[in-house]
């Protein structure tokens, strides 16, 4: 699984953006995924995940009620949809892929995206 994330850029804060996590290959529908981000000068942290049937999402609690993960099966894709964005949400925002039940956990990951910068102004 290859897993292509353009869509990052410069917002206000306040305001929303919509990521997108596109994968190639006819599997996608059998993996779990998840978003990670990563502030400068700080560790990769998990973000939100979901589901290979998009039933259940799971979210970090400083994105819970502003950010949501959803996915397209048939688009073989992806989404963060980010509200309320804070200038804290500033980072390179990662997708990745994973064959077991979604998790938190960045080593349990099997395919990751390469990385698109958000950028929150205040």
């Known amino acids: 699984v290859q897993l292509q994330a353009p869509g990052g850029g410069l917002v206000q804060a306040g305001g929303s953006l919509r990521l997108s996590c596109a994968a190639s290959g006819r599997t996608f529908s059998r993996y779990d995924m998840g978003w990670f981000r990563q502030a400068p000068g700080k560790e990769r942290e998990f973000v939100a995940a979901?589901?290979?049937?998009?039933?259940?999402?799971y979210y970090a609690d400083s994105v819970k009620g502003r950010f949501t993960v959803s996915r397209d099966n048939a688009k073989n894709t992806v989404y963060l949809q980010m509200d309320s964005l804070k200038p804290e949400d500033t980072a390179v925002y990662y997708c990745?892929?994973?064959?077991?039940?979604?998790?938190?956990?960045?080593?349990?990951?099997?395919?990751w995206g390469q990385g698109t910068l958000v950028t929150v102004s205040s």
């Open positions: 990745a892929a994973t064959r077991r039940v979604v998790t938190d956990t960045q080593a349990l990951y099997d395919y």
């Open positions: 979901i589901r290979w049937s998009g039933g259940r999402t």
